[in-house]
């Protein structure tokens, strides 16, 4: 669950369907204890927010593994998933405080934090789906490697094939071309004569 990476494509679906179980499954467990959360609030929620405590935990075990996967792709560091473990964690025990403690009389009591929590983990799932994949870069220079093994594979293959060739007798060495000599005045090319012997005669003879 938490190995491999993730596209944004992906990411972005499979996290709505994890959201979207997460509020069907609370809002089924709300209904069926639907005397407890309409009840006054204390003691007797305790088993509606343990319920909806132990659901949002199944349903964020997945929805970390999801972003783990995610800023993997996109090559992020362990500080952004770290803020939003930690976030999670915040708003599961902000989210059972509100469970026990709500009060129809003043519904929003007690949500200004995590209010702020919500708007903050979902800037962090934003920044996770906008940033591009590193995988296409890799990708992208794999090709490139892949196309220069194989030009230069066909070129040794060529040159083997020709040295075979030409040790076998069926095609010529190509001899290595004649040095080019220097112009003269005149433009013929005047080859350089040869240092004169100096001749001394001796008593042995010619020296």
Same mark, same amino acid.
């Given at each position: 669950?938490?190995?491999?990476?993730?596209g944004?494509s992906?990411f972005?679906?499979?996290?709505?369907? =994890?959201?979207?179980?997460?509020?069907?499954?609370?809002?089924?467990?709300?209904?069926?204890q639907?005397?407890?959360?309409?009840?006054p609030?204390?003691?007797?929620?305790?088993?509606?927010?343990?319920?909806a405590l132990l659901?949002?935990l199944?349903?964020?075990? #997945?929805?970390?593994?999801?972003?783990?996967?995610?800023n993997?792709?996109?090559g992020g560091g362990?500080?952004?998933?770290?803020?939003?473990?930690?976030?999670?964690?915040?708003?599961?025990?902000?989210?059972t405080?509100?469970l026990?403690?709500h009060?129809?009389a003043?519904?929003?009591?007690?949500?200004?934090?995590?209010?702020?929590?919500?708007?903050?983990l979902? =800037?962090? #799932?934003l920044?996770?789906?906008?940033?591009?994949? =590193?995988?296409?870069?890799?990708?992208a220079?794999?090709?490139?490697s892949?196309?220069?093994?194989r030009?230069a594979?066909?070129?040794?293959?060529q040159l083997?094939?020709?040295m075979?060739q030409?040790i076998?007798?069926k095609?010529?060495?190509?001899?290595?071309?004649?040095?080019?000599?220097?112009?003269?005045?005149l433009?013929a090319?005047?080859?350089t004569?040869?240092?004169?012997?100096?001749t001394?005669?001796g008593?042995?003879?010619?020296?």
């Amino acid at each position: 669950m938490f190995s491999g990476t993730l596209g944004r494509s992906q990411f972005f679906v499979r996290s709505c369907l =994890v959201g979207i179980a997460e509020m069907v499954s609370l809002f089924i467990c709300i209904m069926i204890q639907s005397g407890a959360a309409s009840g006054p609030p204390g003691s007797g929620r305790y088993r509606l927010a343990a319920t909806a405590l132990l659901i949002s935990l199944f349903f964020n075990f #997945w929805r970390v593994g999801l972003a783990i996967r995610r800023n993997r792709d996109a090559g992020g560091g362990e500080v952004v998933i770290g803020i939003y473990i930690v976030g999670m964690c915040m708003v599961l025990g902000l989210q059972t405080m509100a469970l026990i403690t709500h009060n129809a009389a003043a519904p929003t009591s007690g949500m200004d934090y995590l209010s702020l929590l919500y708007l903050a983990l979902g =800037v962090i #799932w934003l920044y996770l789906l906008l940033k591009p994949s =590193v995988a296409i870069g890799i990708e992208a220079s794999s090709r490139h490697s892949a196309r220069h093994e194989r030009e230069a594979a066909s070129a040794n293959s060529q040159l083997s094939l020709a040295m075979e060739q030409a040790i076998a007798g069926k095609t010529r060495i190509p001899a290595p071309p004649a040095p080019i000599l220097p112009q003269s005045f005149l433009g013929a090319a005047q080859p350089t004569p040869a240092p004169r012997r100096r001749t001394e005669f001796g008593r042995r003879g010619l020296k």
